[in-house]
C-alpha cells in the first residue's frame, strides 16, 4: 500500500512539473536585430506575453502547443512546440509586410522662383498639418455646449459689466496654469510600465466597442499595442490616468487602425 501511494506521489508530481513547463527565446527581424513589443501567444491555453527591450520573451508551453507571434507591421509567425523546444531558447524570426506606397500626383509645377516655390511647399504642408488637426477634432467628443437660442445684442440694454474685470475668468486661467505646472513629467514608458499601464487600461476603461468589430482578446491585445505605439499612451498617461482622456486617445487611434485593417462594425451592416 505504501509502495503503491509513493508512485502515485511519483506520477503527481511530475505531471504538475510538466504542465508548468515554459519555452523561452528572442524574437528578431530579417536582419536579426532584436525586436521588442512583440506580442507571444500561445493558442492551446491562451496564456500571452510580450518580448522586452532585448527581445527576450518566456511563457508556459508544453509539447504539441500552437504559439504564436503577432507584431503590426509583420506577417504573423506560428510555431508548434516540440520536445526539443523545451530544451533550447527559440529564436523566432518575423517577416516585415510589403507596404504598397500611393501614386504622389504633382499639382504643382515648380518656377525655379526658390522665394515663390518654397512659399508654396510650407503652405502645403499647414495645409497637411491643418486637415490632420481637424480629423483628430471631428473624431473626438463635443466638450463644448451647443449655442443657445438667445436675443441679439442688437434688442437688449446696455450691458453694465462691459469694461469690468472677469475675475472668474482669471482665476480659471490661473488655476489651468497651476494645474499645468504640477502635472508629472512625461517620460519614457519601460517595458513592465507599459505592460501594467496596458493590463489597468483593459480594466478600466470600456472597450465594448471593439468587440462590435468582430475582435477577440488577441485581437484587441493586439491593436492596444498598436495605440499605445501610435499615441504614446503609456508615455504620456501612465503618471497621470485620466479615462476621458485615454478614450479620447484610443478612438483616434481606432478610427486610423480601422481603416488600415478594413474593419466594419456589426451596427454598420446593411
Do not use: W
Amino acid at each position: 500500500m505504501l509502495k503503491q501511494t509513493f508512485c502515485f506521489s511519483l506520477i503527481s508530481m511530475g505531471t504538475v512539473v510538466f504542465a508548468q513547463q515554459k519555452i523561452s527565446g528572442r524574437t528578431t527581424d530579417e536582419g536579426t536585430l532584436n525586436m521588442s513589443s512583440v506580442l507571444v501567444v500561445n493558442i492551446t491555453n491562451n496564456a500571452s506575453v510580450q518580448s522586452d527591450d532585448t527581445g527576450r520573451f518566456a511563457i508556459d508551453a508544453k509539447e504539441n502547443d500552437e504559439v504564436r507571434f503577432v507584431k503590426e507591421g509583420y506577417y504573423r509567425t506560428s510555431k508548434k512546440i516540440t520536445r526539443e523546444d523545451l530544451n533550447a531558447p527559440l529564436r523566432i524570426s518575423l517577416k516585415k509586410m510589403e507596404i504598397e506606397i500611393a501614386e504622389v500626383k504633382i499639382k504643382y509645377n515648380p518656377t525655379g522662383n526658390l522665394a515663390k516655390d518654397n512659399q508654396y511647399l510650407n503652405e502645403s504642408m499647414k495645409l497637411k498639418n491643418l486637415k490632420s488637426e481637424l480629423g483628430e477634432y471631428m473624431l473626438g467628443p463635443l466638450n463644448e455646449p451647443l449655442p443657445d437660442n438667445t436675443v441679439s445684442k442688437t434688442f437688449t440694454g446696455h450691458d453694465f459689466k462691459a469694461g469690468q474685470v472677469d475675475l472668474l475668468g482669471v482665476f480659471r486661467t490661473f488655476s489651468g496654469l497651476v494645474k499645468k505646472a504640477t502635472k508629472p513629467k512625461i517620460t519614457k514608458a519601460s517595458y513592465f510600465e507599459t505592460q501594467d499601464f496596458l493590463a489597468r487600461v483593459k480594466r478600466e476603461i470600456n472597450l465594448d466597442f471593439l468587440k462590435k468589430y468582430g475582435m477577440d482578446e488577441e485581437q484587441i491585445d493586439k491593436f492596444l499595442l498598436y495605440a499605445n505605439g501610435n499615441r504614446l499612451l503609456a508615455k504620456k498617461n501612465r503618471k497621470d490616468f485620466q479615462i476621458d482622456v485615454i478614450e479620447y486617445e484610443i478612438k483616434v487611434a481606432f478610427a486610423e487602425y480601422k481603416k488600415l485593417n478594413n474593419l466594419e462594425g456589426s451596427n454598420n451592416k446593411d
